[in-house]
């Protein structure tokens, strides 16, 4: 009988967690990890509990949710242990969600689950960026999957995207805004000029920011991701520490008073592109003109741009952090995991190592800082075009945009200058 049609014989099941012993036509699960990804897909699976039974054709349990912590009152208890052999030994858990984040022992705990013929759905960037090739083959060999929607861009079904309808294309370009933690501070540092270490306090009492929330403001976080949806989308695997990386912990707030001047926005941008047969990849703050799509792009969101050579562009936007958008799509991965029970799905990335080419051959413009009696030397090495401003937050400096040049070329001429207060990139 199809699962479709089965699951009406279980309507009755609608309470948040089942231990639910004898029933036959069930899936169980289990969680790894109740801090807020973990209690966001219990709540999920508590909240949407109908329509992921209709959804998965079946109905689908929580059978256990692994912490070492205790939560008394919380319904989690019936549930809760404190023993992952619980659940490696148990037959009847079919999907593990694994929301512990960071390699240890998030790792081993997936080997083994799905080594033992579990499928694993998680939102943990880090482990996906490390050892997503292994799992993947793991998975593969043992009829499970290994899925990972939410390691990417929070709640955007953008892996599903990259593997299931932008199958047609080749993909020139994959790039976006890939942290939410990084995207809210440098809103608020723009809209309501608050400090950047309160606003980062502000992110993770949100919930956005990674546990060693360094992770985000240095660009690791983005790197890695950018190498995920980069090795989906080429092909093979970009390794996440070959991907050039800048954080955004040198934003200032006289940064942001000349970004205003010059009507753009400063946005941590992530980009994967090929071009003629070469391959780059770049996390750093951008200048973001007006009239580009990501400029509008605000607080907690995330928007992914994608470039293929028969679709032409499209952009996905939406929740890029945050409990409830992480485990929306942890919880979707589990139905689909459900619902392919047997068959490992199709992802692009497949076996193999893609090489990145250095940036110095890309060309951009630049926007530059220097101390004011500094402006006539400036000319001197950029030309007599640039045109010098200041700001009233900065009245001891200038600043000019250059003319397009490569990341070579600017380099050179920074060194010929010295004194450079700072630099950054324009995308354009
Ligand atoms: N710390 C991450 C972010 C969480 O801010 O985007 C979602 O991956």
Not at 53 to 65: E, F, L, S, T
Not at 96 to 110: C, I, Q, R, S, W
Not at 164 to 178: P, V, W
Not at 238 to 244: A, R, S, T
């Amino acid at each position: 009988m199809p699962r479709s049609l089965r699951w009406q014989k279980h309507k009755e099941f609608a309470v948040p967690f089942m231990t639910n012993e004898g029933e036959e036509e069930m899936i169980q699960i289990a969680i790894l990890g109740y801090g807020t990804v973990g209690s966001g897909v219990a709540e999920v699976f508590r909240t949407n509990q109908e329509l992921i039974d209709r959804r998965a054709g079946v109905p689908v349990r929580v059978k256990y949710v692994l912490d070492l912590r205790d939560f008394p009152g919380d319904p989690v208890e019936e549930v809760l242990t404190h023993d992952f052999q619980d659940i490696l030994q148990d037959p009847e858990v079919k999907v593990v969600a694994e929301v512990m984040g960071g390699l240890k022992p998030a790792y081993d705990f997936t080997k083994q689950c799905l080594e033992s013929g579990k499928s694993v759905c998680t939102s943990n960037t880090e482990l996906v960026a490390a050892h997503g090739p292994e799992l993947m083959r793991i998975a593969q060999e043992h009829h499970v999957n290994y899925l990972y929607e939410a390691s990417c861009g929070g709640g955007i079904p953008i892996i599903r995207a990259l593997n299931e309808a932008l199958t047609a294309d080749e993909i020139d370009e994959i790039s976006g805004i890939l942290n939410g933690t990084t995207n809210y501070i440098l809103t608020e540092m723009t809209e309501n000029g608050a400090d950047f270490e309160a606003v980062l306090k502000e992110a993770q009492e949100l919930g956005y920011a990674e546990r060693n929330p360094e992770a985000d403001i240095e660009g690791h976080d983005a790197q890695r991701k950018i190498a995920i949806l980069s090795s989906i989308a080429f092909g093979k695997t970009v390794h996440y520490e070959d991907v050039h990386t800048e954080g955004i912990t040198k934003i200032t707030p006289v940064d942001i008073a000349y970004a205003k001047k010059l009507k753009m926005q400063i946005r941590l941008l992530a980009s994967g592109y090929r071009s003629e047969g070469k391959y780059y990849a770049i996390v750093a703050p951008f200048l973001v003109e007006k009239k580009h799509p990501l400029y509008s792009v605000n607080g907690v969101f995330n928007a992914i741009f994608v470039k293929g050579n028969m679709l032409g562009d499209a952009m996905f936007y939406g929740s890029g952090a945050g409990k409830l958008p992480t485990a929306s799509a942890v919880a979707a991965d589990v139905i689909e995991a459900v619902k392919s029970e047997g068959k490992t799905l199709y992802s692009g990335w497949g076996e193999g190592k893609i090489g990145l080419s250095s940036l110095d051959t890309l060309n951009r413009r630049f926007f530059v800082r220097i101390p004011a009696d500094r402006a006539e030397a400036a000319k001197e090495v950029f030309g007599e075009q640039i045109r010098l401003f200041d700001v009233e937050e900065a009245p001891d400096e200038k600043g000019f945009l250059t003319e397009v040049l490569t990341e070579k070329e600017f380099e050179e001429k920074a060194s010929a200058l010295g004194d450079v207060i700072s630099r950054l990139r324009v995308n354009m």
